[in-house]
């Protein structure tokens, strides 16, 4: 490799203030300081054009590091600002982890409105700003006793909820609550939310392959993973970012209906997991609960239901109610019982782990 045209990549430390990183960050993408890394990066040098490498594994377990050049961040942040009408000197809040894309466009986003966001992270005392970024299981939270986070929540103009689906319920719920909330889907790979409601940002193209899966292009997509760009290449044809999902257009929206993998076959009859999940948001919506399966040999895959509470819940009425939306099929063959759900990335259920404190469960 020709180091000549590479630059140093620098791994953030926790103890890293935000002013330093906003300074720091405003370096990288001018490119007269070093590229920043955020998560978990092995690489210790990017090409030239990379200004920001964000590590993840995602839901296979395979560490990918997403390189993103100037352009891609910069592109995504004036999207996303113009998409709110954020207007120069409104703030954004920061209430996401700093290992993952949807904080660093926190800080991309505040570097274009010339502001610094305020670091809520670890803070009890929430600050009125304009703008805010959180996942669903925050909002769940929000509207489930975080009273704090839901008068932050109302107070600001808009509220973007990405990182994994929001479900209908929980929107219509935070609507009703006075929380302004614009639901966002993207990936790392395309700098995080492209699509704002079902609406590609400017720049950005959303379209369904003849498999049923979403494809994304425009100028918010990733370079390259840096430690698998062969990985890189077969996910991109013709400048096309081919994600995990599946999707429809629904008068002209974007309707994401769950990943490639998450549709499993019991009794001879198959069943999306992410169907059952919301339509469990949908009929129990106080409930925060994810959808598994374990291998049977009865059912093939027997599908289990994961339920974050410390209490019982009605697990007939639940298998009734699922019967009744989704067919026999998705009554659930078993039930985890969980303090809270584990998950991934920035709000990702992980379900990996949801079968192996299954099996667990099962063996003690």
């Known amino acids: 490799m020709d180091k000549s045209s590479q630059r140093e990549l620098r791994t953030l430390g926790a103890a890293c203030s935000i002013s330093e990183l906003m ?59 113009n998409f709110l009408g954020a207007k120069f000197g409104e703030v954004w809040s920061l209430l996401l982890p700093l290992t993952h894309i949807a904080a660093v466009n926190v800080l991309v986003r505040c570097l ?11 803070s009890h005392y929430f600050r009125k700003v304009d703008f805010t970024a959180i996942v669903p299981t925050q909002l769940f939270r929000a509207l489930n006793g975080d009273d704090a986070l839901l ?14 689906a929001l479900p209908d319920a929980i929107r219509t719920r935070a609507i009703e609550s006075g929380i302004n909330v614009v639901s966002t889907y993207g990936m790392t790979e395309t700098s ?40 890189w290449e077969s996910s991109n044809i013709d400048g096309w970012f081919i994600t995990d999902d599946r ?27 992410s169907a059952v999940e919301v339509a469990l948001s949908a009929g129990f919506p106080q409930i925060e609960c994810a959808a598994f399966a ?20 009605d697990r007939l009425g639940i298998s009734h109610y699922l019967a009744a939306a989704l067919g026999d099929v998705a009554k659930p063959k078993g ?30």
């Not at 019982?337 to 063996?363: C, N, W, Y």
């Open 192 to 231: 995080g939310g492209c699509v704002y409601d079902g609406s590609p940002l400017e720049g950005v193209t959303a379209e369904i392959d003849s498999n049923g899966i979403i494809k994304i292009f425009g100028s918010t997509n990733a370079s390259t993973y840096l430690n698998n760009p062969q990985e």
């Open 23 to 81: 300074l720091d960050l405003a370096k990288a993408l001018a490119g007269n300081g070093p590229a920043l890394g955020f998560g978990e990066i092995a690489s210790t040098s990017v090409p030239e054009r990379i200004a920001v490498v964000i590590g993840t594994s995602g839901s296979t377990g395979k560490p990918k590091e997403v390189a993103l050049g100037a352009p891609a961040l910069i592109a995504s942040a004036r999207a996303s600002n």
């Open 247 to 273: 999707g429809k257009f629904v008068d002209g929206k974007l309707v994401v209906e769950g990943r490639v993998d998450d549709v499993i076959v019991s009794g001879g009859k198959k069943l999306s997991l």
């Open 294 to 313: 374990l291998d049977d040999a009865e059912w093939g895959s027997a599908l289990h239901l994961a339920i974050a509470s410390n209490h019982e819940v």
């Open 151 to 164: 008068e932050h929540l109302r107070n600001c103009q808009k509220v973007l909820v990405g990182g994994a």
């Open 335 to 364: 039930f985890l019982m969980l303090p809270s759900l584990p998950t991934f990335g920035v709000g990702k259920i992980d379900r990996k782990a949801l079968v192996q404190l299954a099996l667990h469960e099962r063996q003690s």
């Open 112 to 122: 274009e409105l010339g502001t610094t966001p305020v670091d809520l992270r670890q």
